[in-house]
Every structure is written in structure tokens, then in C-alpha cells.
Nanobody, 119 residues
Framework: QVQLVESGGGLVQTGGSLRLSCAAS????????MAWYRQTPGKQRELVAT???????NYVDSVKGRFTISRDNAKNTVYLQMNSLKPEDTAVYYC?????????????WGQGTQVTVSS
């Protein structure tokens, strides 16, 4: 069983930055691919970024060049650095863990952290 706890959300102005953190329990963290999703009311949850156990990364087009996903296996933590934030980035951001080293689908979810970007 993996437990995920996000932190770092908040209110920021357009153009600002935030760094989200996701702390994972369990000794399997380094072997799991991880991801960040986001969701706004009335919309489906959107996959924002993924990182494999080998630290290969992928991003949705709308955040490329602005967001960076990274992981620190010694701290069992995955990060999402968000720069040049836009109002359309406003959402609840969720951390997710895969069952294995590649991202296929989420096996575990965090509780979410709110990010609000004011115009």
C-alpha cells in the first residue's frame, strides 16, 4: 500500500511560481512511476506530467516549458515546479503513483492540493 500526501498549493498571481510536493510512504517509491494530474469542477481529471522510475518525463502540451516534474528517491518525494502560471492552471492538483516503473495508469492517489492563479 502506498500513501501519498501533497503540499505546496496556494494562491498566486499570473506569472508567478509554485512548487508542489508529494511525499510517498513505502519502500517501493523508487520503483514506481509517478504523475501529477489536475481537475477543475465539471471536467475530467487531466494528466499533467509523468516521471518514470528512471526519471524519464512527459508533459501535456499546455504545460511544456513551464512545468517541471522531478523526484528525489532518497526523500520518497516527487515535485512539480510550476512557473509562468496562468489562470487556466487553476485546479486541484493530484499526485498519483503507478504500480510499476513505467506510467500506464494510476494505482494510488493523493488527496489533492488546490492551486489558484489570479488574473
Amino acid at each position: 500500500q502506498v500513501q501519498l500526501v501533497e503540499s505546496g498549493g496556494g494562491l498566486v498571481q499570473t506569472g508567478g511560481s509554485l512548487r508542489l510536493s508529494c511525499a510517498a510512504s513505502g519502500s517501493m517509491f523508487s520503483r514506481n512511476a509517478m504523475a501529477w494530474y489536475r481537475q477543475t469542477p465539471g471536467k475530467q481529471r487531466e494528466l499533467v506530467a509523468t516521471i518514470t522510475s528512471g526519471s524519464s518525463v512527459n508533459y501535456v502540451d499546455s504545460v511544456k516549458g513551464r512545468f517541471t516534474i522531478s523526484r528525489d528517491n532518497a526523500k520518497n518525494t516527487v515535485y512539480l515546479q510550476m512557473n509562468s502560471l496562468k489562470p487556466e492552471d487553476t485546479a486541484v492538483y493530484y499526485c498519483a503513483a503507478a504500480i510499476g516503473p513505467q506510467w500506464v495508469f494510476p494505482g494510488y492517489w493523493g488527496q489533492g492540493t488546490q492551486v489558484t492563479v489570479s488574473s
